[in-house]
């Protein structure tokens, strides 16, 4: 679930009059307008602001969609002055004192739509009034016109003491019985309103925007008793989705341990029910030892070299009566890639040629991947057939643990890895096993992580009867896809 994509959707419906019904009985904006108006007048005869400049009014094309009858257009100027809206003060290192009692709230502390405590720098109550430096209050907006992805907004909580900002900071000291300080922080976090600031920001390595900038940004503002309900329904709407993606975090969680439980059952012979009058799991091995035999004498493999007999220390769990432990290189063939310039390799071809890149393109998820390389070369004996499964063999790829079922012929790079059964029979069973393995336990430890046959053939497979995988198989997959359509319901 994209929860802030879905935030910003509702942020546009609330700014766009969408979000919540109109009162025809609601003071309409402009009257709003004119008592600020009238009170900006007052404090500027009275010499407590000074008077702004005149800028122009806003034209047809600066409004990019309509809005509700009683709602006006307006600039930030519009609706406040030099009384209630600044920029932070002008502190260097030299002004600040670690024993001052003044605290100076930074950058770092203005998140995106959140405060965030990263504690204070201090300066002195005499240089608090050397240099005229202006309080700011709880309540207040404060605005990083340092931008990064985005231009980061909050609300200033209660702070015991006195505190001041930084110069790059903006802060708006908002008086409720105008307007609602909620719904223009709403506005400032809005997708339209960030679009409109980095179109007039400035900078190469960092970007920022000035207040004189800031000012200019034309907005829709509603009638003060609608801006209220349109802060509650946000309000409603924001705590629900933070609730869902909270429970979709633990569903989540619960998802991938069950998906791991699974594997665990089927390969210890807890998933499905055994059958006595299945062919036991020694016969089976036979058939695979007499199919591996032949595609020697074909000359289709090499000897494989004889491995160890298992010990009664290796055998991590107990199997049921009709199954055996087998080492995996007894069963499956493995095979490193080599070097595409071998391969002639172009961007057409009847056979792709993978690299462990490649495994990170997927449809239909872990058992197509594309490629961008082919090549028309056959070349029998580095072949990777279907019914094989390839992995990262070096680097730090190893640590994905990234597997990928082989559908069709291909050939792999030297970075990657492939295992084919000898026998398709316990292809999909081996699959299910080795979703179990960590690769990344499997490296040599060397300087740059590696897996090798060596590495890969020791290691000890539970094989159940054929019968009896194939109960497995279903019943893993059967549940493997319903976990997955849990998990694709939940993040989309």
Request: hydrophobic share 35%; charged share 30%; glycine share 4%.
């Amino acid at each position: 679930m994209d929860t802030q994509r879905l935030k910003d959707k509702i942020l546009q419906l609330a700014i766009q009059g969408k979000l919540v019904e109109q009162d025809k009985n609601d003071e309409p904006a402009s009257e709003l307008l004119q008592r600020i108006k009238e009170e900006r007048d007052k404090l500027i005869k009275e010499k407590k602001i000074r008077k702004p400049k005149k800028l122009p009014p806003i034209e047809e094309d600066e409004k990019p969609f309509e809005i509700p009858e009683g709602w006006e257009w307006v600039r930030l100027e519009d609706i406040t002055h030099s009384g209630t809206l600044n920029d932070g003060d002008w502190i260097v290192s030299k002004d600040m004192n670690e024993n001052g009692n003044v605290r100076l709230l930074q950058l770092g502390s203005i998140g995106y739509g959140k405060y965030i405590n990263k504690g204070f720098k201090y300066i002195t109550e005499e240089t608090f009034k050397r240099l005229n430096c202006r309080e700011i209050k709880e309540g207040d907006i404060l605005i990083n016109r340092l931008l990064r992805d985005n231009m980061c907004v909050c609300e200033l909580p209660s702070i015991e003491g006195k505190v001041i900002t930084t110069v790059d900071t903006c802060f708006i000291r908002v008086n409720d019985t105008i307007y609602n300080s909620k719904y223009l922080l709403y506005l400032f976090l809005s997708k339209y309103f960030q679009d409109r600031v980095f179109e007039r920001a400035s900078g190469t390595t960092r970007q920022r925007i000035s207040k004189g900038n800031l000012i200019t940004i034309p907005f829709p503002l509603p009638p003060l008793a609608e801006q209220k309900r349109i802060v509650e329904k946000v309000d409603e709407l924001f705590a629900l989705i933070d609730e869902l993606d909270s429970n979709k975090e633990d569903l989540l969680e619960v998802i991938n341990l069950t998906r791991n439980q699974v594997l665990q059952e089927a390969i210890q012979g807890k998933l499905v029910e055994q059958n006595p009058e299945d062919e036991p799991a020694s016969v089976l091995i036979q058939r695979i030892k007499e199919e591996r035999d032949k595609l020697v004498r074909e000359g289709k493999i090499r000897k494989p070299k004889k491995l160890p007999p298992i010990k009664e220390e290796e055998k991590p769990f107990a199997i049921p009566g009709s199954w055996e432990w087998v080492r995996l290189g007894e069963t499956v063939k493995l095979q490193s890639g080599s070097s595409p310039t071998k391969y002639d390799v172009s961007n057409k071809g009847k056979y792709m040629f993978i690299k462990v890149g490649d495994m990170n393109l997927l449809q239909n998820k872990k058992e197509i991947f594309v490629s961008s390389q082919f090549t028309d070369k056959y070349i029998p004996t580095d072949m990777i057939s279907e019914y094989s499964i390839i992995f990262p063999k070096r680097g730090g790829a190893i640590s994905t643990n990234k597997k990928r079922i082989v559908r069709k012929n291909i050939y792999i790079d030297t970075n990657t890895m492939a295992i084919t059964p000898y026998s398709k029979d316990i292809f999909n069973y081996v699959r299910i096993w080795f979703n179990n393995i960590d690769l990344w336990k499997l490296n040599s430890g060397t300087a740059v992580p590696q897996i090798n046959n060596k590495d890969i053939e020791p290691l000890t497979l539970p094989l159940p009867p054929l019968a009896e995988q194939k109960r497995i198989v279903k019943k893993v997959d059967m549940i493997m896809n319903m976990l997955d359509e849990l998990e694709s319901q939940l993040t989309n």
